[in-house]
Structures are given as structure tokens and as C-alpha cells.
């Protein structure tokens, strides 16, 4: 899965892979409410053969209540079909810690139960010695959780941190997110934590061997968590624009973070994906419509009104461009919608 540029597919997305690993906040939900077209394009694909395992870097409530929520929302889900940031987070404290290891944890139950679980002994103070701090969020955490955190790792324990975003969405807009707590504890100790969530590709990893497929697909809204992972695990990944990342988000992206399929909502699993091609006088062109470069700055075709195919041409121009060493000019690159 090594190409920079968007791929193509003859047939809908829900047809050729077998496992969609699906964000949670911004893709089949906003907050507490549901997206529109999440719940019967997600049933629909399941139709198809599709599996779904919902990946959140949400470490702070157990599967059983993400599944639970899911369920409210028309998206039939069972715990075993969500995997968190802190299943992640534990997964990676096993890579160097022996079991029955001291683990203090900074953050919600979820995290609590899935270092339990993986065997280690959690403790709440810097006083109990740990040799490790799993921190995670959780909405009720407070200054004296962040020290203890910022003494036991000035101390020697390894930091681990179930994910790094620095904002979360919420139903009254972005708020900050484990990451911005986790800055709070670098900022004290200067020292850089691990990290067990998008974007590194662990909870893909370990989502994909819980299944067994063959063909695994990411969706996700967020450019620098969801798609960065997927580039980073060699997955192909579909950015959807009901979140964080917008269009412009997309076509300005570095080679890192680029999806490999775009659609304005979970739709997109249903539909074919034509692949942008290089036309004459440097219009790259999709679905009928084109885009190119002119002297760096984005030109759009002017064919009516926007929509999904313009924004690939355009992903598709200001790519090539910047690959083949242009500067593209982020004020000619307007605010897209699909």
C-alpha cells in the first residue's frame, strides 16, 4: 500500500475488504448524537460481508459501554467488535514490562481494567514505586493525578500514554484531548512519553489479528491520527468528512498523512471510487470533473457546484505537485465540501 496518491475501486469499498477498522467520534458518531447515514450505511455494509471493529483512541470507558452506545444508535455492536486505546496501551506496557509489575494509572476505568487485565498490579501514588505510568483520559481528571504522574516518571517509570490528540469532539465543539494532559506531563518532565493510540498503528495491528482479515480498511475523520496511522501500518485508509479533517485539510496533507480514499460520509463504503488521472495541460480529472496547478495555486474546473470528485481532482493535482518539489499555495486551496 505504498502509493502517495488516491487509489481507485471499480466496485464499492464494502465489496472488496473484508474489515472496516472504524473511528468512532466524528465517524459514526459526534459526541452523544448520531452522524447522518452512519447507522444504515455501516448496516448496509456489514449486508455486504463487511466486518466491522470499531478503534477508538478513547481510553477511558470499557468496550461494553462503547458497544453499548453503538447499539443505541441503530449500530448493532458487541463488546468484542471495539477496541480501545487502552487495550492498546496494556498491549504495549507487555512488550517490556514482566507480569505483576507496578503500573500507575492516570486516567478512566476502561484503562484501569485493561492494565488489570493484562496482568500488572495498579496502583494511584508515585510512593507505590511504579516502574510505569499508563495515562489516558478521562474527563474527571485533576491536578493531582497529572503530579503524581509527573513525580513517578521523574522517578524512572517508563510513560505510556494510550494516545496523544490533543482535542477530542464533544456535542458543543472540541475540547482538549489526552494528549493536551499528556503535554502537561512532559512539560514537568521533559521527558517523552510512549504511545500506544492513532497514529501508531499498534490497535490496527492488534485489531487485524483479533479478526483474522486479509483485506483491512481504515476509516477515520482525522488526518494526523486515523489516516497517519494507517499510512504507518500499510493499510489503506478512507478519510470521511464528518470530523475533525476537513477537504482542504486533505489536499494540503504531507505525503504521511494522505488518505486513500475520500467520501463525505460513511456512504462511501457503498460506492465505487474513481481513480484521479492525469490529463492534458495538467488537469487531473475524476468522476467529470478537474483540477490542476497554475504557477503553485489551485485551480478548480468551474463546472457548478462542488462535490466529492472536484475535492479528489483536487487532492489528486496539489499531490503531484508537491511531490514533483512544487510549493502549493494554501491560500488558493478554498474550503471544500462533498
Known sequence: MSALGLLGSELPLAEVY???????????????????HAADSLTEARTRGMRLLFVTNNASREPEDVA????????PTSADEVMTAAQACAALLRTRLDPGARVLVVGGQGLVTAVTAAGFEVVTSAEDAPVAVAQGFAPDLAWPDL???AYAVSAGAWHVASNRDLSLPTARGYAPGNGALVAAVVAATGVEPSSAGKPEPTMYRLAVARVGA????????RLDTDLQGARAGDYPGLHVLTGVSSARDAVLAAPGLRPHFLGGDLRALLEPHPEPVRGAEGWWQCGGRA?????????LDGQGPQGIDVIRAACAAAWAAADEGATVDADSVPELSA
Open 18 to 36: 473484508d474489515l472496516a477498522l472504524v473511528d468512532l467520534d466524528g465517524v459514526a458518531y459526534r459526541g452523544h448524537l448520531p452522524i447522518e
Open 68 to 75: 453499548g452506545q453503538l447499539s443505541g444508535l441503530d449500530i
Open 147 to 149: 503530579a503524581e504522574a
Open 214 to 221: 486479509q483485506r483491512p480498511l481504515v476509516v477515520g475523520d
Open 291 to 299: 483540477a490542476r496547478l497554475e504557477s503553485g495555486r489551485l485551480v
